[in-house]
């Protein structure tokens, strides 16, 4: 039994050591990069591709506990009538 946990336990540490390996980024043989996008002069590179805009990974902007108020009585808050 531990014989073979300590198989399995190998084996993993075999599979997993190749996924840190990393070289730098190159399009496949025999292909390019995609063309530049409409208005930009220059095609972007693979790292420009990787990285993601600030549309796409939005900071957040707002403190939500900074200005806490007591709230006023809201004059429209009524009980339903039949």
Not at 19 to 28: D, E, F, K, N, V
Not at 33 to 45: E, N, R
Not at 56 to 61: I, K, L, T
């Amino acid at each position: 039994m531990k014989a073979a946990l300590l198989l399995f336990a190998t084996v993993a540490l075999v599979a997993l050591s190749g996924c840190g390996a990393s070289t730098g980024l190159s399009p496949a043989k025999g292909t390019s990069l995609p063309v530049a996008p409409f208005g930009a002069t220059a095609t972007p590179t693979p790292n420009q591709l990787l990285t993601p805009e600030t549309q796409a990974r939005p900071d957040r902007s707002d403190e939500l506990l900074t200005q806490s108020q007591q709230r006023r009585s809201d004059e429209f808050d009524l009980p339903p009538t039949r």
